[in-house]
């Protein structure tokens, strides 16, 4: 499984290494994770989207890549916008991908409790 699946913190780090793979002055910003303290990537799909990221930059013009990850399932299904902008801010490329987060369930955070009280409503009717 360790070769399947990339750490989030990897993930960070492989997506700006590919951005500056080709320029290493072009500038990088990923979004969208902010409050994923933790989490795994497909390692498959962390390929792709390096691969991407790659592509955009391979326009010359291109002078920052910006990639945004939204929730369309959230907390499992995410779609990854790769967007190469040149040096006047203009938008010249988009790339669109989508990415499966595998987080830790609220179980990992119970497992040594003493006690567990546990007062959400009912979610099944």
Do not use: Q, W
Not at 101 to 124: C, G, H, Q, Y
Request: net charge negative.
């Amino acid at each position: 499984m360790k070769f399947m699946h990339t750490r989030l913190p990897d993930f960070y780090s492989k997506a700006e290494a590919a951005a500056k793979k080709l320029r290493p002055d072009t500038e990088f910003s990923i979004s969208g994770l902010e409050s994923v303290k933790t989490a795994k990537l497909a390692s498959l799909r962390v390929g792709r989207v390096e691969d991407e990221i790659i592509d955009v930059t391979e326009d010359e013009s291109i002078k920052k890549v910006e990639v945004v990850l939204t929730p369309d399932n959230p907390e499992t299904l995410y779609t990854v916008v790769i967007r190469g902008i040149d040096e006047d801010g203009k938008c010249k490329k988009v790339i669109l991908e989508n990415m499966m987060l595998s987080r830790p369930t609220v179980e990992t955070l119970l497992f040594d409790a003493e006690e567990i009280i546990d007062r959400r409503s009912n979610m099944k009717k």
